[in-house]
């Protein structure tokens, strides 16, 4: 596609309650990233895939969060037994080696 | 480790004033330095970046920024604000070597008074 798309645009969920957002992102990138942004707060890292290479998980704030890239394209974060602080922004981007990150929309997640 | 340092959380400025947006970097060698802009509601934007050559950069929407190497620094500048300049900037960094990730600022919240 022209850009990074995330879906779902928008999710309510019961605390508790797994969640799954998806990227597609920019066909032919190599490294695609997730981000967590929370109101009022800054870009907070999470998760980084590079090619073939094991991803970057330093940014994981807990075992409930996962990730996973299939196919070195389409990448899912999953999000296990959500709390209320799990409610945030996740952006997803991807970039071309060493060049710049596009970002799509992202998803916003809300636990209720 | 690297990180990257944007010291001011909020920034005012009138319409048609100049504006300057601080960055300081830590990093081990000279890295790929990038601000992207994010409007309310809107994903992240590139307004430019650097990677070698000349250190004043030209970006979109009439910002510039300069690469100061004995600084550390990357400051974004634009002579003058517009009302639709409000937003909130990032200042990144990547490795100018494969495999490594980018690292962002906290971010600057601009807002114009006008």
């Known amino acids: 596609g022209a850009g990074v798309s995330q879906s779902p645009s928008n999710k309510v969920t019961e605390k508790g309650k797994d969640v799954e957002l998806r990227c597609d992102p920019i066909?032919?990138?190599?490294?695609l990233y997730w981000y967590r942004q929370s109101l009022g707060q800054g870009l907070e890292f999470l998760i980084y895939f590079q090619g073939n290479s094991a991803p970057d998980k330093s940014g994981l704030p807990s075992d409930r969060f996962s990730a996973e890239r299939t196919g070195g394209s389409v990448s899912t974060l999953t999000i296990q037994r959500t709390q209320q602080e799990d409610s945030a922004v996740y952006l997803c981007?991807?970039?071309?080696?060493?060049?710049?990150?596009?970002f799509g929309q992202g998803t916003r997640l809300t636990v209720v | 480790a690297q990180s990257v340092t944007q010291p001011d959380i909020h920034i005012t400025v009138s319409e048609g004033a100049s504006l300057e947006l601080r960055c300081n970097y830590s990093y081990g060698a000279t890295p790929y330095l990038f601000w992207y802009v994010q409007s309310p509601g809107q994903g992240l934007q590139l307004l430019l970046k650097?990677?070698?050559?000349?250190?004043l950069v030209q970006g979109i929407k009439g910002f510039e920024a300069e690469f100061k190497r004995s600084q550390s620094s990357f400051n974004l500048r634009k002579p003058s604000v517009h009302w639709s300049d409000a937003a909130e900037y990032f200042c990144?960094?990547?490795?100018?070597?494969?495999?490594?990730?980018?690292?962002f600022g906290a971010g600057t919240i601009l807002r114009v008074k006008s």
């Open positions: 981007a991807s970039s071309l080696a060493l060049l710049e990150a596009f």
């Open positions: 066909s032919g990138h190599t490294a």
């Open positions: 990144a960094v990547g490795p100018p070597s494969y495999g490594n990730k980018l690292v």
């Open positions: 650097y990677f070698s050559g000349d250190t």
